[in-house]
């Protein structure tokens, strides 16, 4: 490159803040916070005025140009600098949809996805049931429940009151043999037993509804966290108009989850919500096309992952001024790809590992075994996967297939990949759910010395891996590995899915 383009001028709406005693920079547009070092900060100021070329920079600064590069390019993917790039994202809307009327509102739901409880308690067991309104406490501490529970409850031990991530205050049942405590001994649940299902807390009576705002209305999926899913499916009649009791759950305040706006991809890169909803038409096509669980897993990472590649290509020549190219910065050594990635492996082995055994412990010092037994159990599985392990002896249950389908479509129907950290995470925690699942539903199986997969075991592989990773000390686990979650189930997902040799990794992730 004989002319490199000069770098161009910072934002003029930012301003660097000292916080404690490190450096960062408020982005008033996209709220996020970034963290700068004192170079950085000087390079800032340099542009402050006015595009500089490299030599420019690099003879102000009087620092190596390798760093200087580093730094700019940091800047770059921030969307601190004057770049096309910046402007199209910093021009998306950000209006969040207004408040919805439950009569009026549209609701999309997915046909393939449907549900009618068969009254198993499991819902009601190793689950957190709340939070609570005062009305519903009210109406739980207001009678005397042990003709019907079998024995004596103290007011107690029916509803306890934690802390939750904010430190406010929150209200849930009491647990009793590791389940609700309102859970009688023939597991169905006293309150409605006794004074209806309209008294039962309002999310109980929206189990296993979940609901996400959209800018045109709301989308209508289930929890996959039901251990009887697949007799629940086969229990629901087809064709069944679902929307009355959504209207009416939605009307007594069932929460809503929030489609973001615009959708965060990954760091530096949000998409309109029409590209998205585009994109997700498009892997829920290929979820229904797939014949295996490769296939699935192929089917949700291959359209999004050539999305996201296509979207940041797009601003390549535009952002050539912070190459290594543009700064005269020798390039780096061939990479050996595979040998990347088994450290990326190795490392987020470690680091899951690590935490998952952390959060454990945690729950074994508040006596809670039996969720600290399922963290163990999604620990084992996980480093399992990462370790290369495979369960393809057993013969499948029939429609185990279908299930995976299913809590593909239900996480697309909530759009869970957008909601957690971005595109990129999301879809990755999305494969690794997938994957370890798969997994763990053999091992099941030949650890027990079966030759056959059941549907229980199936159902309980499933509903492992989505309860565990959506808890809040879980997904700040994932948050802190995304670099090499990314790496491992994101950029590189077909070398555990389908035994592809790994792709080099985009600059961008590196």
């Given at each position: 490159?004989?002319?490199?383009?000069?770098?161009p001028?910072?934002r003029?709406?930012?301003?660097?803040?000292?916080?404690?005693?490190?450096?960062?920079v408020?982005?008033?547009?996209?709220?996020?916070r970034?963290?700068?070092?004192?170079l950085?900060?000087?390079?800032?100021?340099?542009l402050?005025?006015?595009?500089?070329?490299?030599?420019?920079?690099?003879?102000e600064?009087?620092?190596?140009?390798?760093?200087?590069?580093r730094?700019v390019?940091?800047l770059?993917?921030q969307?601190?600098l004057q770049t096309?790039r910046?402007?199209?994202?910093l021009?998306?809307?950000r209006?969040?949809?207004?408040?919805?009327d439950a009569?009026?509102?549209a609701l999309?739901?997915d046909p393939?996805l449907?549900?009618?409880?068969?009254?198993c308690?499991?819902?009601c067991?190793?689950?957190d049931i709340?939070?609570?309104?005062?009305?519903?406490?009210a109406?739980i501490?207001g009678?005397?429940?042990?003709?019907h529970i079998?024995?004596?409850?103290?007011?107690?031990?029916?509803?306890q009151?934690?802390?939750?991530?904010?430190?406010?205050p929150?209200?849930l049942t009491?647990?009793?043999?590791g389940s609700?405590?309102m859970?009688?001994?023939d597991?169905l649940?006293?309150?409605?037993?006794v004074?209806?299902?309209?008294k039962?807390?309002?999310?109980c009576?929206?189990?296993?509804?979940?609901f996400t705002?959209?800018?045109?209305g709301?989308?209508v999926s289930y929890?996959?966290?039901?251990?009887?899913?697949w007799?629940?499916?086969?229990?629901?009649p087809?064709?069944?108009?679902?929307?009355?009791?959504?209207?009416?759950?939605?009307?007594?305040?069932?929460p809503?989850?929030?489609?973001?706006v615009?959708v965060?991809?990954?760091?530096?890169?949000?998409?309109?919500?029409?590209?998205?909803?585009?994109l997700?038409?498009?892997?829920?096509?290929?979820i229904?096309?797939?014949?295996?669980?490769?296939?699935?897993?192929?089917?949700v990472?291959?359209?999004?992952?050539a999305a996201?590649?296509r979207?940041?290509?797009?601003?390549?020549?535009?952002?050539?001024?912070?190459?290594?190219?543009?700064?005269?910065?020798?390039?780096?050594?061939?990479v050996?790809?595979s040998a990347?990635f088994f450290?990326a492996?190795a490392?987020l082995?470690?680091?899951?590992?690590?935490?998952?055994?952390?959060?454990?412990q945690g729950?074994?010092r508040?006596g809670r075994?039996?969720e600290?037994?399922?963290?163990?159990r999604?620990?084992w599985?996980?480093r399992?996967l990462l370790?290369?392990?495979?369960?393809?002896?057993?013969?499948?249950?029939?429609?185990?297939?279908e299930?995976?389908?299913d809590m593909?479509?239900a996480?697309?129907?909530?759009?869970?990949?957008v909601?957690?950290?971005?595109?990129?995470?999301g879809?990755a925690?999305?494969?690794l759910?997938l994957?370890?699942?798969?997994?763990?539903?053999?091992?099941?199986?030949?650890?027990?010395?079966r030759g056959?997969?059941?549907e229980?075991?199936?159902?309980?592989a499933?509903?492992?891996?989505?309860?565990?990773?959506r808890?809040?000390a879980?997904?700040?686990l994932?948050?802190?590995?995304?670099?090499?979650?990314?790496?491992?189930?994101?950029?590189?997902?077909?070398?555990?899915?389908?035994?592809?040799?790994?792709?080099?990794?985009?600059?961008?992730?590196?």
């Amino acid at each position: 490159m004989r002319s490199p383009p000069p770098v161009p001028p910072l934002r003029g709406d930012l301003r660097p803040k000292k916080i404690g005693n490190r450096l960062a920079v408020d982005d008033p547009k996209r709220r996020v916070r970034v963290p700068i070092d004192e170079l950085t900060l000087q390079i800032m100021e340099c542009l402050a005025d006015g595009p500089m070329s490299q030599d420019e920079l690099a003879a102000e600064l009087g620092a190596p140009r390798i760093e200087l590069q580093r730094r700019v390019r940091v800047l770059t993917q921030q969307l601190l600098l004057q770049t096309p790039r910046a402007a199209a994202v910093l021009a998306l809307s950000r209006e969040e949809p207004g408040p919805i009327d439950a009569e009026t509102v549209a609701l999309t739901f997915d046909p393939k996805l449907r549900h009618a409880c068969v009254a198993c308690g499991a819902c009601c067991h190793g689950s957190d049931i709340g939070p609570l309104s005062d009305a519903e406490v009210a109406v739980i501490e207001g009678h005397d429940w042990a003709p019907h529970i079998g024995r004596p409850v103290p007011a107690a031990a029916l509803v306890q009151t934690v802390t939750g991530p904010s430190g406010a205050p929150i209200r849930l049942t009491g647990h009793r043999d590791g389940s609700c405590s309102m859970l009688t001994a023939d597991k169905l649940c006293a309150i409605h037993k006794v004074l209806g299902p309209t008294k039962k807390p309002l999310v109980c009576q929206e189990f296993p509804f979940t609901f996400t705002r959209t800018p045109s209305g709301v989308d209508v999926s289930y929890s996959m966290e039901c251990r009887a899913w697949w007799k629940a499916k086969q229990a629901a009649p087809v064709g069944v108009d679902d929307a009355p009791t959504v209207r009416a759950l939605l009307a007594r305040g069932a929460p809503l989850l929030r489609m973001p706006v615009p959708v965060p991809v990954t760091s530096g890169l949000d998409w309109a919500p029409d590209a998205w909803l585009a994109l997700r038409a498009e892997v829920l096509a290929a979820i229904d096309a797939a014949t295996d669980h490769p296939a699935l897993v192929m089917a949700v990472l291959g359209p999004i992952r050539a999305a996201v590649t296509r979207s940041l290509e797009g601003y390549a020549t535009s952002e050539l001024f912070a190459t290594r190219d543009a700064w005269a910065v020798p390039m780096v050594d061939a990479v050996d790809h595979s040998a990347r990635f088994f450290e990326a492996c190795a490392r987020l082995d470690g680091l899951l590992d690590e935490g998952l055994a952390e959060i454990g412990q945690g729950m074994v010092r508040r006596g809670r075994d039996a969720e600290s037994d399922r963290v163990q159990r999604l620990r084992w599985a996980t480093r399992a996967l990462l370790r290369g392990r495979r369960a393809d002896d057993p013969l499948r249950f029939e429609h185990e297939h279908e299930l995976w389908q299913d809590m593909a479509r239900a996480a697309l129907q909530a759009h869970d990949p957008v909601r957690r950290g971005g595109l990129v995470q999301g879809t990755a925690t999305l494969v690794l759910r997938l994957m370890t699942g798969h997994l763990f539903a053999g091992v099941l199986a030949t650890t027990a010395l079966r030759g056959r997969i059941s549907e229980q075991d199936a159902t309980d592989a499933l509903v492992l891996v989505t309860k565990m990773w959506r808890g809040t000390a879980l997904e700040l686990l994932l948050g802190s590995v995304a670099k090499d979650l990314a790496h491992v189930f994101f950029w590189s997902g077909d070398v555990l899915a389908v035994g592809a040799a790994p792709r080099p990794l985009p600059s961008w992730a590196e």
